[in-house]
């Protein structure tokens, strides 16, 4: 079992607040990311990192940053959050190296903003 | 760019039958990893089974088998005498073996076992 964690599960925040949802994993895995899953449940990479000091924004725009001080870190933040970010976000890890290419995934961040 | 496509949105079956899902993806890539994962309701997204593009031969994973068919980019997922354990979100996954090694999702299967 991956040891992928992610706080907090469900928060519910009214407008212009400002979010950090926290990811952790402690396989000493170097690639890390995160997917955010909207409500008919379709998947799409937001950022991802290579190591640390090393992010990059994904496939769909986010208007949310991340950052990855620590190997084992991968944070992301809202600084004003809007109803529109109302969504699932699971992150991510894969180990170095090729490997089997799998990626293990925390239980999500559920984010409901008022 | 890679794209993934899951043209059932739904599949409903009963419990110990088979059930296959379909997917077919896009890429001009000749090296890379297919995947099928699972994600159960409200719970962790987990792997169900990977296929390496080079690899000819079908992965096979205990009830769970695929159909790898390369020239034609499909890529389903067959499940034998299925289970109420089995009652979850299905997604097949694209990943190039090189690179940034992104997985581009479908968009997603519901599968219900009724009992």
């Known amino acids: 079992e991956a040891d992928i964690y992610q706080t907090p599960r469900y928060l519910v925040i009214g407008t212009g607040k400002k979010i950090t949802l926290e990811c952790s994993q402690t396989?000493?895995?170097?690639?890390m990311y995160w997917y955010q899953q909207d409500p008919g449940m379709e998947l799409h990479l937001i950022h991802y990192?290579?190591?640390?000091?090393?992010?990059e924004k994904g496939d769909l725009s986010s208007e949310s940053t991340v950052s990855r001080i620590r190997t084992e870190h991968f944070p992301l933040t809202l600084e004003s959050a809007r109803p529109s970010h109302t969504s699932q976000y699971l992150c991510?890890?894969?180990?170095?190296?090729?490997?089997?290419?799998?990626?293990?995934f925390g239980e999500g961040s559920r984010l409901t903003v008022l | 760019a890679q794209t993934v496509t899951q043209s059932q949105p739904e599949m409903s079956v009963q419990e110990a039958e088979t059930v296959t899902l379909s997917c077919t993806y896009d890429?001009?890539?000749?090296?890379?990893?297919l995947f099928w994962y699972k994600q159960p309701p409200s719970r962790q997204m987990i792997l169900v089974i990977r296929?390496?593009?080079?690899?000819?031969q079908n992965a096979t994973e205990n009830r769970f088998s695929v159909n790898f068919q390369k020239a034609a980019k499909s890529f389903s997922l067959k499940i034998s005498d299925s289970q109420l354990g089995d009652t979850a979100m299905y997604f097949c996954?694209?990943?190039?073996?090189?690179?940034?090694?992104?997985?581009?999702f479908g968009q997603g299967t519901r599968l219900t076992i009724n009992p």
């Open positions: 990192s290579y190591g640390v000091n090393s992010t």
């Open positions: 296929q390496e593009a080079y690899k000819q």
């Open positions: 996954a694209f990943m190039k073996h090189e690179g940034a090694q992104k997985l581009v």
């Open positions: 396989m000493g895995h170097d690639k």
């Open positions: 890429t001009s890539e000749s090296n890379y990893y």
């Open positions: 991510a890890s894969k180990k170095p190296g090729g490997g089997t290419g799998e990626l293990f």
